[in-house]
């Protein structure tokens, strides 16, 4: 257990607590600490904004969505042009998965699925697997 810790420290995934020896963070909850006075701010505002880890939804009002966008420039973070939706979709290709809203299903892409059956088939081949 040591030793994969020691390796996502390494990896700057994980970082040692200050509050307590042996407690470790992911980043990713330090972003969404550092995140939340920028949602507050915004709420105040009157803009309906959450988040999800490193995700921010928004309640189809597009002024929310440039306040959102101004505030987070302003404070020196980049905002993704291609994973950012302006326009709401009820079909979005996500990590390989399309996510179809209006039949309500999960299906990897085209990509998604050669892929998988190329790894089934180097599986098969294989003497010996590793997990």
Do not use: W
């Amino acid at each position: 257990m040591d030793q994969e810790i020691n390796t996502l420290l390494q990896k700057g995934v994980i970082e040692e607590a200050n509050h307590s020896h042996g407690e470790f963070l992911s980043n990713m909850f330090l972003i969404t600490k550092l995140m939340k006075p920028c949602y507050a701010h915004l709420r105040c505002q009157g803009h309906i904004v959450s988040d999800y880890i490193d995700d921010t939804l928004f309640n189809n009002a597009l002024n929310s969505l440039n306040a959102c966008k101004n505030l987070f420039t302003s404070l020196g973070l980049l905002i993704h042009p291609e994973k950012s939706l302006e326009i709401t979709s009820q079909i979005a290709t996500v990590l390989g998965f399309i996510i179809n809203s209006l039949d309500m299903t999960v299906s990897p892409t085209t990509e998604k699925k050669t892929s998988l059956l190329e790894l089934c088939h180097k599986t098969m081949q294989s003497n010996q697997i590793t997990i």
